[in-house]
Nanobody
Framework: QVQLVESGGGLVQAGGSLGLSCAASGRTFSSYGMGWFRQAPGKEREFVAGLRWSDNWPRYADSVKGRFTISGDSARNTVYLQMNSLKPEDTAVYYC???????????????????WGQGTQVTVSS
């Protein structure tokens, strides 16, 4: 069984920075890409950023462009999210996800990913 484990969440003031990490463990598997989603209380889970392994091509939600950077290591199925200039509206549980089915990853829909982490809380105070 594959497990994705996130780390690095926490509390930060507006304007600050946080870095998230996600690593896969368990049985060996290959993915076409990995990504990050987030879910704020009372809201649907939304796409934040994704990374395609074949050419390291990143994709970002408009709300985080210029502030967040996704990077990773395909050999280790590990992905990172560096979050700068954080805003209170970035407060959410952040989920790591992996796509083992779509060679044109990274998608931006929940259904594009077949492995998910448990999530890590990010809280940005004003």
């Amino acid at each position: 069984q594959v497990q994705l484990v996130e780390s690095g969440g926490g509390l930060v003031q507006a304007g600050g920075s946080l870095g998230l990490s996600c690593a896969a463990s368990g049985r060996t598997f290959s993915s076409y890409g990995m990504g990050w989603f987030r879910q704020a209380p009372g809201k649907e889970r939304e796409f934040v950023a994704g990374l395609r392994w074949s050419d390291n091509w990143p994709r970002y939600a408009d709300s985080v462009k210029g502030r967040f950077t996704i990077s990773g290591d395909s050999a280790r199925n590990t992905v990172y999210l560096q979050m700068n200039s954080l805003k209170p509206e970035d407060t959410a549980v952040y989920y790591c996800a992996a796509d083992s089915r779509n060679r044109y990853s990274p998608g931006s829909a929940y259904s594009d990913y077949d492995y998910w982490g448990q999530g890590t809380q990010v809280t940005v105070s004003s």
